[in-house]
């Protein structure tokens, strides 16, 4: 190889980033990832709404592929009380638009408890080789 050859690159993946989390090509300037959300760079998480950007993938993070159990405990430390302040809301005041403040937060905690506890227990099953029921 001589030195004053420039290297040789894959004509697709020239100039190119590669996600940290899926391995997808992004344009240079991305500051997320176009195929799983991900924040690429420093910026994606000084913007205020880069920043919610940023927590949206971490919490999908989390729910969606929950590698270690101590992942799907803080979902729970995080969405449990919310839906018990959902359960506070519909027992305590008596007014409509309340009543349906306190069903969506209790609605969606349960959801995303749910989906994280199947989740992680569904990956530990295919790990060991069991059969999903």
Sequence with gaps: MNPNE????LPESEGKQLCKSCAALNEP???FCVKCGAPLSAY???????????????Y??????????IAVLGIWLIF?????????IIGTVHALYLDLIG????????GIIGR???????AKQRANGQPQA
């Design 44 to 58: 994606s998480t000084m913007g205020p709404f880069e920043t919610i950007f940023a927590a949206g993938f971490i």
């Design 80 to 88: 449990l009380p919310q839906a018990f302040t959902g359960f506070m």
């Design 60 to 69: 999908r993070e989390a729910a969606e592929r929950p590698r270690r159990f």
């Design 116 to 122: 994280t506890t199947l989740n992680y227990f569904a």
């Design 6 to 9: 420039p290297e040789q690159l």
């Design 29 to 31: 300037d991305a500051d």
């Design 103 to 110: 069903g969506g937060l209790i609605f969606i905690s349960v």
